[in-house]
C-alpha cells in the first residue's frame, strides 16, 4: 500500500497566520490527492481534491499544490473556525491510505 | 441535497455480531461508490473498503479484509458494514462517505456510527 507521510503532526498558530503542511507519498500518486477538515465530533470535509482543485464552498484561503510525491495544503490566512485536524489522502490506487493527520492548534 | 444518514450508535460485547448501515438520498444511489472509513478513539481515519452498490463491486484494505464484510441493498439505496465476531479493538467510529468515480476523492460522508464493544 502507498504510504502517506505528514508534517508537522501538529503545530500552533495564531489568527492571521500562514500556514502549510506537507504531505509526502512513498510513490508517484500523479495529482490524485485530497485534503480533508476534521472538526472535534465531526465528520471529516473534502477541502481540495486534484492536489490544486478547491471542493465548492470551501474558502479561498484553502489552497493546495504538488505532484508526484510532494504536496502541500496552504491557508493563506487562518481564520477561528480553521482550527482543526487536516489530513491528505490518496485516490491514485486501492487500497486508499491516509496520511496520520495534522492538528492545528491555537497558540 | 446529497445525504448520507448513518444508524444509530452500537454497544457491543466481544464476540457478538453487528450491522451498521448508511442510507444515500439526493443522488442517484446506484451509480456512486460508498466507503467506509474507521477512526479509533483519537486516532487518525483508517481506509477500509468500498462498494460500487451498482453491480457490487467491492475493494477492501488488506488490513480489513475478512475481518469485515461490505454490502448494499440498492433497492433501498442503502450501504452495510458487517462484523461476525467483534473484538474490542473494533471500537470506534465508522464513517460511510461516497465516492464519484474509479478515482475520486470522497465527496459526501455520513454523520458516523459509534460502535462500542465491551465486555
Known amino acids: 500500500a502507498i504510504r502517506m507521510t ?9 489568527t492571521g497566520d500562514r500556514v502549510t503542511i506537507t504531505c509526502r507519498a512513498s510513490q508517484d500518486i500523479s495529482t490524485y490527492l485530497a485534503w480533508y477538515q476534521q472538526k472535534p465530533g465531526k465528520a471529516p470535509k473534502l477541502l481540495i481534491y486534484t492536489a490544486s482543485s478547491l471542493q ?12 508526484g510525491t510532494d504536496f ?33 492548534e491555537i497558540k | 441535497e446529497v445525504q448520507l444518514v448513518q444508524s444509530g450508535a452500537e454497544v457491543k460485547k466481544p464476540g457478538e455480531s453487528l450491522k ?5 438520498s439526493g443522488y442517484s444511489f446506484t451509480t456512486y461508490w460508498i466507503g467506509w472509513v474507521r477512526q479509533m478513539p483519537g486516532k487518525g481515519l483508517e481506509w477500509m473498503g468500498i462498494i460500487y452498490p ?9 488490513s480489513f479484509q475478512g475481518q469485515v464484510t461490505i454490502s448494499a441493498d440498492k433497492s433501498i439505496s442503502t450501504a452495510y ?3 461476525s465476531s467483534l473484538k474490542t479493538s473494533d471500537t470506534a467510529i465508522y464513517y460511510c462517505a461516497r465516492q464519484s468515480g474509479s478515482n475520486s476523492p ?5 454523520q458516523g456510527t459509534l460502535v462500542t464493544v465491551s465486555s
Open chain 2, 81 to 83: 458494514l458487517q462484523w
Open chain 1, 56 to 67: 465548492s464552498g470551501v474558502p479561498s484561503r484553502f489552497s493546495g499544490s504538488g505532484s
Open chain 1, 72 to 104: 502541500t495544503l496552504t491557508i493563506s490566512c487562518l481564520q477561528s473556525e480553521d482550527f482543526a485536524t487536516y489530513y491528505c489522502q490518496q485516490y491514485y490506487t486501492y487500497p486508499r491510505t491516509f496520511g496520520q493527520g495534522t492538528k492545528v
Open chain 2, 54 to 62: 451498482g453491480d457490487s463491486d467491492t475493494r477492501y484494505s488488506p
Open chain 2, 20 to 24: 451498521i448501515s448508511c442510507k444515500g
Open chain 2, 106 to 110: 470522497l465527496d459526501y460522508w455520513g
Open chain 1, 6 to 14: 505528514q508534517s508537522p503532526s501538529s503545530l500552533s498558530a495564531s
